[in-house]
């Protein structure tokens, strides 16, 4: 059944009647969408995530030396983002 009524009305109803619904365009996405989907592609395609598995990592098992100097160019580059 299709809402409160047998499947074979319903599918008549939307076929054949004067009052069914037209149906709706599709919606092209925004601009913006689309850029942050071919960002993420390309993210996903570069190694830079696997690289920052790999200095976070290092960091949790204490065998990354940072100095201050990196550390300041970490944080900057944590604010671009």
Excluded: H, W
């Amino acid at each position: 059944m299709a809402g409160n009524q047998p499947l074979g009305s319903y599918i008549r109803d939307r076929l054949f009647s004067e009052k069914a619904e037209k149906r709706r365009k599709i919606k092209k996405p925004k601009p913006d969408i689309v850029m942050l989907a071919m960002v993420l592609r390309e993210l996903g395609q570069s190694r830079l995530t696997s690289n920052i598995n790999q200095f976070a990592k290092a960091a949790n098992m204490g065998t990354l030396d940072i100095t201050l100097e990196i550390e300041q160019e970490i944080e900057q580059a944590c604010l671009e983002i």
